[in-house]
């Protein structure tokens, strides 16, 4: 094993593991690990755009902005959070044009912005300019500039290095609490085991939506970072909240970006009929991504589904003009013509909503620091990005508003991470930190006979899909809920072929399951436990929100690892503990969500 | 188990043991313009021997007798006027340096091992210069009445 | 035409994707056991939609674990999946199984040029070498602005073309002259500094331009064509170390 020491280390390279190295590397000493190569990172896949209240085309306001978070999230936001992040969303737009993305221009040559789902003008008057944006591709530009500027900064990388493990010790210095220690990661070149020291630590590892079958997320989209804070023993917050985006290619899952209705495309049912204008009369397809895609689930429900199988609905752009489509919406038509041989020129294309984005996650307060409760935070332990739950995306987060998030918590992170190392005493690693990583590997490496990875994760996103996607019942949920706990004790006798060190992905992919069954068991309950309907989460038992009861946060607990786990493979505890925590409201109360 | 600590100069992520001299470290930055005149030079050269090439094609097969018109006493005609001199002269430096430097860039591109490369530029540069010299030489040396019994316009008017 | 007017193709593709069997010769290198590598045929029925990374998986997941590659996004975004796909540098992720003759075996090896780790896995470092050389980053000097620079939307898409690029090395690791001498910059470093060489805000131009002046810099491109030809993107790399070519000349000589 070989051991380092600094001062931060950030987990995972995308956008906002790259902002915060890039604040946190000029004030201490800084490494960021990633699984992937940082320019490989899911940041690259985002499209339509970076919203902020520039002003650039029209009136345009931060606290309109926040409102229409607030709202888009269906009141469960954190309204301090919203507030700077919509405040700051400014200032993060200028800095990232400032370290050199190509914005697209107006013609007076500042940044362009263009309309996206649901955000509006004053509370809800009426769609407002307000996404900054680079074709279709802002968020590869977005990964691009920030991983330049890492270049540019000489930001160190250990690139595919898989973090297994958080270490936390009980620490004199910080009250006898639990804080931050360092991490263990894999080295995937290598099969090495690394143990990093470090003051401070930075989560910024992304979601976990290929918990489901369907979905716009990439392969290593597995929520690591959630899995390793939630084994030892830190809340994960809200994550029966996740978003369904409404038009994923049919059967892929491929995101076609917002950016499509944005520029004017619209969809439509089997009868050639604009379905949204009945879900949502004012903004129709631009409506928030929860309502449109459940709308669109309900057209195929009722028999108005297009194709062979009636199973997804049509996303019409024949009626704008071809060099429109090329200069605002080149890479999603290219998808089309490619995965599906549609001309989206002449030809409709085939969509269906595919899982997006996971709202809840490690929470955190409005400085990305960890909590372990209600109330304290883990020392050291940050938290940005999809990883992260602050919550400002609530039960339904806002087209771009993920790419504010990375950029403005991101950088939050950075700055209070930096700041945290400066100060703080280094706690002790415990004895053989790297125990519990070795034998969660050698259990599985070693293992000669039992059960295919790929079989189980099937299982698993089959059932999800099926069982807790855009319609979600008591009935459906109690179903998922056994094949989950079934997976549970299955996963203890899931065999590798590969049991060689280098490279070893077949490996990899058996550690991957295992955060998603434990994840996919967390989103399960909570949505279980949350008996209303709410943003992206729709009971069709409990079709209507319930602000008596839920207008609370969910807080998923488990029975922590221990300091020095002997466990192996057996990673799941068999009791998951839902606990609630009050939504910060400011200034917006809970009214109904219309638009 | 190996322990490398923050002060440790090898902290960089140890991907591969590559040998010390890994093959795409660049080893050297010229600063000079040689390879842009070069790539210049092939251009320009390229398009002035078109010129030369086939104003020179043009005027031995096609003027007069063509073809059956060329011999000794063609060339000797030739030759004895400066502006066929300065052509010839010309089309050779040129062609030969264009053709060197082609075969340098291949040279470059196709080698292996530096030991080759080296052996094989030297022969290519000495061959060149063989041949300029000697055609050099050739184009002004040349004496149309070597022959002493020339019955060539030129040797039997002196 | 009336945007309510009923779509004119109401259900698309009213027709069964058809499945059939495939071959995939894989090159195979596993470095704690091959001294050298080999190849490997997997029989494999893929849908029509399929695409090579889909069968790739077919592998991994249900006949051999060991296979190894790189693979993330799965659409052409993040670069992972570069290799050589019947001879060409390919996205495995953006190449459909019926598109490269199903008929006959489909040949996967590794990119060319680049030290093979293990199966489709090469090293990236060298690759990633070559783009930090160039300076990949916005330089500027001066005091800066409150506000956003100001460029024209002309002068932003004079580089919007290289701005496409992923860096997943399709193009550097076809390029003749980079197989046979990693000391050439390629195409791919090449393409990222006509990035800002051309962007009208970046102030270090002149230095990108003497960096790539080098021996080893565009002056090594044969125009063979090879990298525009893989690029996944539809980057015209060529044409863009042509214009970097043009602008040492017109601004050096």
Known sequence: ?595 | MSTTTSADSNRGPVVTDLTTKSPYERRTHSRGNFELWSWLFMRASGVLLLVLVFGHLFVNLMTGDGIKGVDFAFVAGKWSSPFWQFWDLLMLWLAELHGVNGVRTIINDYTERDSTRLVLKTLLFLSALLVMVLGTLVIFTFDPCIDPNSTLQQCTGR | MSVDAPSKKPIAEAVEVPTFQITLRIERYNPEFDTESHYEDYEVTVHGTDRVLDALHTIKWDMDGSLSFRRSCAHGVCGSDAMRINGKNRLACKTLVKDVNPDKPITIEPIKGLPVEKDLIVDMEPFFDSYREIMPFLVTTGHEPTHERIQSQADKDRFDDTTKCILCAACTSSCPVFWNDGQYFGPAAIVNAHRFIFDSRDEAGDQRLQILNDKEGVWRCRTVFNCTEACPRGIEVTKAIAEVKRAIITRRV
Request: aromatic letters at 8%; glycine letters at 10%; a negative charge.
């Open chain 1, 1 to 595: 094993m070989q051991t380092h020491q600094y001062d931060v280390v950030i987990v995972g390279a995308g956008g906002a593991g790259m902002r915060a190295a890039l604040e946190s590397s000029g004030r201490a000493r800084t490494a960021v690990l990633t699984k992937l190569y940082p320019t490989r990172s899911h940041t690259g896949a985002a499209q339509g755009g970076m919203c902020a209240a520039l002003s650039n085309v029209e009136e345009d306001n931060w606290e309109w902005h926040t409102f229409d978070t607030v709202k888009g999230g269906d009141y469960i936001v954190d309204q301090d959070a919203a507030e700077i992040m919509c405040r700051e969303a400014i200032k993060a737009v200028i800095d990232l044009e400032k370290m050199g993305l190509p914005f697209n221009r107006t013609p007076e040559g500042r940044i362009d912005q263009r309309r996206f789902g649901g955000h509006t003008r004053n509370h809800g008057e009426a769609a407002v300019r307000r996404s900054c944006y680079a074709a279709d591709r802002t968020g590869h530009m977005i990964l691009q500039t920030l991983y330049q500027n890492c270049v540019k900064q000489g930001v160190e990388f250990y690139n595919e290095f898989y973090v297994l493990d958080l270490v936390l010790a009980e620490s004199e210095a910080h009250g006898g609490e639990p804080a931050v220690a360092g991490v263990i990661a894999y080295e995937l070149a290598t099969g090495e085991i690394h143990s990093f020291r470090a003051k401070a630590v930075v989560l910024a590892t992304g979601g976990a939506g290929k918990v489901f079958k369907t979905t716009s997320n990439a392969h290593t989209l597995t929520g690591d970072g959630m899995g390793i804070a939630f084994r030892r023993g830190l809340p994960l917050e809200d994550l029966e909240f996740f978003q369904f985006h409404p038009t994923g290619l049919a059967g892929l899952g491929i995101l076609l970006s917002e950016a499509a209705r944005g520029e004017g495309g619209i969809l439509r049912n089997s009868e050639g009929e604009r379905f949204m204008e009945r879900y949502a009369p004012t903004i129709k397809d631009l409506a928030p991504r929860d309502i449109v895609a459940r709308s669109m689930a309900n057209e195929v429900r009722e028999g108005r589904g297009c194709g062979p199988n009636r199973d997804y609905v049509l996303l019409d752009l024949t009626h704008l003009e071809p060099a429109h489509i090329d200069a605002k919406l080149p890479d999603i038509t290219e998808f089309a013509r490619t995965y599906l041989g549609v001309e989206p020129y002449t030809e409709p294309i085939p969509v269906y909503p595919t899982a997006h984005y996971a709202m809840g996650g490690v929470p955190t307060n409005t400085d990305a620091e960890v909590l372990r409760n209600n109330t304290e935070t883990v020392p050291g332990l940050y938290a940005a990005g999809e990883v992260a739950c602050v919550s400002v995306h609530g039960a339904n987060r806002l087209g771009t508003n993920s790419l504010l998030d990375i950029n403005v918590f991101g950088r939050r992170a950075g700055i209070a991470a930096a700041k945290f190392a400066q100060d703080a005493p280094w706690v002790e690693m415990p004895g053989s930190p790297e125990q519990h990583t070795l034998n969660l590997l050698e259990d599985i490496r070693g293992r000669a006979q039992g059960e295919r990875v790929a079989d189980l994760r099937r299982t698993l996103q089959e059932t999800m899909d099926r069982d807790v996607q855009v319609f979600r019942t008591e009935e459906s949920m109690t179903e998922a809920l056994e094949v989950v706990q079934q997976l549970k004790e299955r996963y203890q006798h899931v065999v590798v072929q590969d049991k060689g060190k280098r490279y070893n992905l077949d490996l990899l992919e058996a550690v991957e399951l295992g955060f998603l069954i434990e994840l996919a068991e967390v989103v399960v309950l909570g949505a279980l436990a949350r008996k209303e309907s709410r943003g992206g989460h729709f009971r069709e038992d409990f079709t209507k929100r319930d602000d008596e009861n839920f207008m609370v946060h969910t807080m998923a607990y488990r029975t922590p690892l221990g300091a020095n786990e002997q466990r192996g493979v057996s990673i799941f505890t068999d009791k998951v503990r839902l606990d609630y925590k009050p939504v910060n409201v400011t200034r917006y109360q809970p009214m109904e969500r219309k638009y």
